[in-house]
């Protein structure tokens, strides 16, 4: 399962310092929400869990702003479809991200596969198309939400 992180948080923040990301504290709080999370969360979802947490409300920018860094340091994944975020599984490597996402109970899995990567690559170079994000969501019915 994707959406609950099966790294723990110490190793996550411990990407963070690796790739030179600063945890400030609102930054903290957003990778702990998200990785207590059961199933991919909407911005405005992290926004009502951190101004829950904090007893305080929180503004949309500031939030905004630490997702779309931890986007693009490849620690969380946007699902496109659902406009929602949740923790990336592969913090070992970068990779392409294939998100199977259920439609009923909302949780998704992230699988990574070079077979994938390889072949969008190709079909991309065809093109002369230089690729700078790749994401593909597959939507559907886990095993549990078809029976």
């Known amino acids: 399962?994707?959406?609950r992180s099966s790294h723990s948080l110490a190793a996550l923040q411990a990407t963070c310092s690796d790739r030179g990301i600063r945890l400030?504290?609102?930054?903290?709080?957003i990778l702990k929400i998200l990785h207590r999370a059961r199933r991919p969360l909407s911005a405005y979802e992290i926004i009502a869990r951190l101004s829950r947490l904090l007893s305080k409300p929180v503004g949309p920018p500031s939030v905004?702003?630490?997702?779309?860094?931890?986007?693009?340091?490849?620690?969380?994944?946007?699902?496109?479809?659902?406009?929602?975020y949740v923790l990336c599984s592969h913090l070992d490597h970068d990779h392409e991200h294939v998100i199977f996402?259920?439609?009923l109970c909302?949780?998704?899995w992230e699988r990574?596969?070079?077979?994938?990567?390889?072949?969008?690559?190709?079909h991309a170079g065809q093109i002369d198309?230089?690729?700078?994000?790749?994401?593909?969501?597959?939507?559907?019915?886990?095993?549990?939400?078809?029976s």
């Open 106 to 108: 909302g949780q998704a």
């Open 1 to 3: 399962m994707m959406a």
């Open 101 to 103: 996402s259920c439609r």
């Open 24 to 29: 400030t504290a609102n930054r903290n709080h």
């Open 64 to 84: 905004y702003r630490v997702l779309e860094l931890l986007v693009k340091k490849s620690l969380l994944v946007r699902l496109e479809s659902r406009n929602a």
């Open 129 to 146: 198309f230089l690729t700078e994000h790749q994401t593909i969501e597959l939507s559907g019915l886990c095993a549990a939400c078809r």
């Open 112 to 122: 990574s596969d070079a077979h994938i990567r390889s072949l969008l690559n190709d």
